[in-house]
């Protein structure tokens, strides 16, 4: 069975940081990319961050760059989301996500190019 497992979600003060991490088992996606999107309620779910399978590109949605930095190991199978400067318009479930197939970079912001999903992890930044 796939499974995608985020921790490190929880409750922070504005400007404070979190470090999420996403576990991969059942199948390995070394060779796939890998992005991390969050969803707050009554919202669309949104994209944060994407990176491609060899680290070379990564890409972030407008109102966490500057701030956010995805990562990955792929020895271990895990992704990564550092968030810094945390507002409290950060507050959303926050899902990571591995491609099933090769994408392109064009494409690494829609969600659509992603076939497995995490549950997600809660996220909640107050003022």
């Known amino acids: 069975q796939v499974q995608l497992v985020e921790s490190g979600g929880g409750l922070v003060q504005a400007g404070g940081s979190l470090r999420l991490s996403c576990t991969a088992s059942?199948?390995?996606?070394?060779?796939?990319?890998k992005g991390w999107f969050r969803q707050a309620p009554g919202k669309e779910r949104e994209f944060v961050a994407a990176?491609?399978?060899?680290?070379?590109?990564?890409n972030y949605g407008d109102s966490v760059k500057g701030r956010f930095t995805i990562s990955r190991d792929n020895a271990r199978d895990t992704v990564h989301l550092q968030m810094n400067s945390l507002k409290p318009e950060d507050t959303a479930v926050y899902f990571c996500?591995?491609?099933?197939?090769?994408?392109?970079?064009?494409?690494?912001?829609?969600?659509?190019?992603?076939?497995?999903w995490g549950q997600g992890t809660q996220v909640t930044v107050s003022s």
């Open positions: 059942g199948r390995t996606f070394s060779r796939y990319a």
């Open positions: 990176i491609t399978w060899n680290s070379g590109s990564t």
């Open positions: 996500a591995a491609a099933r197939s090769l994408i392109s970079p064009l494409n690494i912001r829609d969600k659509a190019e992603y076939g497995y």
